[in-house]
């Protein structure tokens, strides 16, 4: 159907009862090449890039609810490779410049914004390590600025900048960063994947994982019945452990929730993605008006997608630290996303030691910025037996081998219990 103008006029007449399916529903076959267990965006992407770039489009893509109502369509939207790390550099770049194309390539506009992300410092100390940082993603190829207290005051004039507590001394600018559109994300990879062949299946849960006599995972059991793979891949987001534990796997992972805030709509007031150096928070503003905060971890394990009080009062307070103008508005909603936390902060996307079995997880903070990368760097994995050089040191036994990946670029992290 043509998207004319006639054809939205009657739609709208209709109740928009009329339009066509953006991807098929299929059932499903009894045998795939590869099954990706979770349809959020790394599981389409990964099926879409093993279509795209492999070849392999006998794929199918296994979701428990519906496209779109996990992790993510319940993140903030950020995109940036502002990492300090050799093994994470190259990473994040090449996801950001997949980003750059990515509306072109899936013929599909997910409303990437590049109004860049202005990483805020309060002291001598992290102006130091902004100047580290920036240097390190230079030389990595990446795009990085340090700015002075002026300058940055000159991007967002509304910044309290001689707060005596965390005066804002100046900031490492990424002006390639910025946001997408979460929601239009995970439709573009679905019917990219659609497209090209892959099987998604909706409202299909996993609740098994067959392995034959010699140990190889073969297929899975799911409320759909039976289905038989050669290849299966896991990017179940939060919910890994819970999923892995069916292959006899115990991963080192646990897993928390992320919460996130939107304001009442206003009148333009920053244009850019600013964060908080002395706290975990950040912030943006949407096409709707609205303010979009990012929070903390709460400190317990949870699957829950909801969010709590306390985690609430520090959200705020940090933004009226930041930003005291903001004081005035009401928060609409706020909400949780369940998230892998790694014991050093960095993501699995590599073989596991059941043979026939793949893990993408343990995403931490990083997970839909990392989207188009991981899919890309996941499909070549499973289509090659092996890592591209972009995920080689995300492997899951790195922690036995002493390879460590400290995301936050500070030396090693406590072991997590």
Same mark, same amino acid.
């Given at each position: 159907m043509k998207y004319s103008v006639f054809n939205l006029m009657r739609q709208a007449v209709a109740g928009h009862t009329g339009w066509p399916r953006a991807w098929r529903d299929p059932e499903p076959k009894d045998h795939y090449d590869v099954i990706i267990v979770g349809g959020g965006g790394h599981g389409l992407a990964t099926a879409y890039y093993l279509a795209k770039e492999h070849g392999i489009t006998n794929v199918a893509v296994l979701e428990r609810g519906w496209i779109g109502g996990g992790n993510v369509g319940r993140n903030t939207? @950020?995109? =940036?490779?502002?990492?300090?790390?050799?093994?994470?550099?190259?990473?994040?770049?090449?996801?950001?410049?997949?980003? *750059?194309?990515?509306?072109?390539?899936?013929?599909? &506009?997910?409303?990437?914004?590049?109004?860049?992300?202005? &990483?805020l410092m309060h002291s001598d100390a992290e102006m130091d390590g902004a100047r580290r940082r920036g240097n390190a993603m230079i030389l990595h190829g990446a795009d990085a600025e340090l700015l002075e207290r002026d300058q940055a005051l000159e991007m967002v004039p509304t910044l309290d900048a001689d707060n005596s507590r965390y005066p804002v001394y100046g900031g490492l600018l990424q002006r390639r960063a910025g946001n997408a559109r979460h929601d239009a994300?995970?439709?573009?990879?679905?019917?990219?994947?659609?497209?090209?062949?892959?099987? @998604?299946?909706?409202?299909? *849960?996993?609740?098994?994982?067959?392995?034959?006599?010699s140990g =190889? #995972?073969?297929?899975? *059991?799911?409320? =759909?019945?039976?289905? =038989?793979?050669?290849?299966?891949?896991?990017?179940?987001?939060?919910?890994?452990?819970?999923?892995?534990?069916?292959?006899?796997?115990?991963?080192?992972? *646990?897993?928390?929730?992320?919460?996130?805030?939107?304001?009442?709509? @206003?009148?333009?007031?920053?244009?850019?993605?600013?964060?908080?150096?002395?706290?975990?928070?950040?912030?943006?503003?949407?096409?709707?008006?609205?303010?979009?905060?990012? #929070?903390?971890?709460?400190?317990?394990?949870?699957?829950a997608q909801r969010g709590n009080l306390p985690t609430v009062e520090a959200t705020v307070e940090a933004a009226m630290h930041l930003m005291p103008c903001l004081g005035r508005l009401r928060l609409l909603r706020h909400w949780a996303g369940v998230m892998d936390m790694s014991m050093d902060g960095s993501p699995f996307i590599c073989r596991t030691p059941v043979e026939g079995l793949y893990l993408n997880a343990g995403w931490c903070y990083g997970g839909f910025k990392a989207t188009p990368a991981s899919g890309w760097c996941f499909a070549h994995t499973i289509a090659k037996d092996e890592p591209h050089i972009y995920n080689a040191a995300y492997t899951l036994d790195r922690f036995a081998r002493g390879y460590a990946v400290d995301t936050r670029g500070a030396g090693p992290q406590p072991n997590l219990h």
């Open positions: 939207t @950020i995109v =940036r490779s502002n990492y300090l790390l050799p093994q994470e550099i190259p990473f994040y770049e090449w996801s950001l410049k997949l980003w *750059e194309g990515l509306s072109q390539d899936l013929n599909f &506009n997910v409303m990437f914004s590049q109004r860049g992300v202005l &990483n994300v995970a439709w573009g990879f679905a019917r990219g994947a659609d497209t090209r062949g892959v099987d @998604i299946l909706q409202n299909c *849960e996993v609740t098994g994982i067959t392995r034959d006599g =190889r #995972a073969v297929g899975v *059991e799911t409320s =759909r019945g039976p289905i =038989r793979a050669a290849k299966i891949g896991l990017a179940v987001a939060g919910h890994t452990s819970h999923v892995a534990q069916m292959a006899g796997l115990r991963l080192p992972i *646990e897993s928390h929730k992320l919460q996130a805030f939107v304001t009442e709509g @206003i009148k333009p007031l920053v244009d850019t993605v600013v964060t908080f150096g002395h706290g975990h928070f950040y912030m943006s503003q949407s096409d709707k008006g609205g303010l979009v905060f990012g #929070a903390n971890l709460d400190g317990y394990n949870s699957y």
